[in-house]
């Protein structure tokens, strides 16, 4: 069960979805279809920000996992919970690197200053997916992309796009 409202990306930055996956497959095949729509887009001014939000275990990992590999990433995505922030190489021409960053622990957008996050953000370039980006949200350009993903039951989450 799906319900689009309206779709447009990222230059406009326009894309409310509300979706319900039954499976891991649905959640991964969510991921790949937001994927193939941002590099469809000429980039814009800055990096395409991706805003990830749920409780622990909602499927914000494997929501990155599977973007990550509809750009050609073929390395082993994981959550980037230690070291903060993980880079990686695209296979898209207009889109270098893939930013993951897990701000979980962080206190505030201030620790990410020493990563060189400015300079991360306004490439344009660059894709940025933010874990818990409620946590950092001063640093969030004000055209971004969230994904909010709900538990509903074990094996069914309530994923909104906006």
């Not at 991360?120 to 350009?141: H, T």
């Amino acid at each position: 069960m799906s319900q689009v409202v309206a779709q447009h990306l990222p230059n406009g930055y326009h894309f409310d979805m509300i979706t319900v996956s039954t499976d891991l497959a649905q959640t991964k095949k969510i991921a790949a279809d937001l994927a193939q729509k941002v590099i469809q887009q000429k980039p814009g001014r800055g990096a395409v920000v991706i805003a990830l939000e749920g409780e622990l275990g909602a499927g914000k990992t494997v929501f990155a996992k599977a973007f990550a590999k509809a750009l050609g990433i073929h390395e082993t995505i994981t959550s980037p919970t230690f070291v903060i922030l993980k880079r990686y190489k695209t296979k898209d021409s207009q889109f270098t690197y893939l930013f993951h960053i897990d701000a979980y622990r962080l206190k505030d957008y201030r620790e990410l200053e020493s990563l060189g996050i400015k300079d991360i953000l306004s490439d344009r370039s660059n894709i940025v997916l933010i874990e818990w980006a409620e946590q950092v949200g001063e640093i969030l350009p004000p055209k971004h992309i969230t994904i909010h993903i709900d538990h509903v039951d074990q094996r069914t989450r309530k994923i909104q796009i906006t």
